[in-house]
């Protein structure tokens, strides 16, 4: 069983750098053809894509966002991790990590999915 576990904290202040951590169990994320995503909902909007670091450590971003976002990993922990800097009250969302494959981008599927965490850019 696959298992996504996102943690990190439920309030950030405006201008500062949001980091979130997801502890992936029950798969490995080197494990080839699957993609890691960040994904996040706003209240009241769609889910958006963040971004997606491949099995092979390969990231990529939304445009809108990455000059902002970072994704990376840590391998002998199984964990993913995201830093979005400069946040502001349009960052608030729930935060989801995801995995998927090379088509999740464009058609929003993934196989797993956390339960999501919280966080709000207010001071």
């Known amino acids: 069983q696959v298992q996504l576990q996102e943690s990190g904290p439920g309030l950030v202040e405006p201008s500062q750098t949001l980091s979130l951590t997801c502890s992936v169990s029950?798969?490995?994320?080197?494990?080839?053809?699957?993609?890691w995503s960040w994904i996040r909902q706003p209240p009241g909007k769609a889910l958006e894509w963040i971004g997606t670091?491949?099995?092979?450590?390969?990231?990529y971003y939304d445009p809108s966002l990455q000059s902002r976002a970072s994704i990376s990993r840590d391998t002998s922990k199984n964990l993913l991790t995201l830093q979005l800097t400069s946040v502001t009250p349009e960052d608030t969302a729930v935060y989801y990590c995801?995995?998927?494959?090379?088509?999740?981008?464009?058609?929003?599927?993934?196989?797993?999915r956390g339960q999501g965490t919280q966080v709000t850019v207010s001071s």
């Open positions: 995801a995995r998927g494959d090379v088509n999740s981008r464009i058609n929003n599927k993934y196989d797993y």
């Open positions: 029950g798969a490995s994320i080197t494990t080839n053809d699957y993609y």
């Open positions: 670091i491949t099995f092979s450590g390969r990231s």
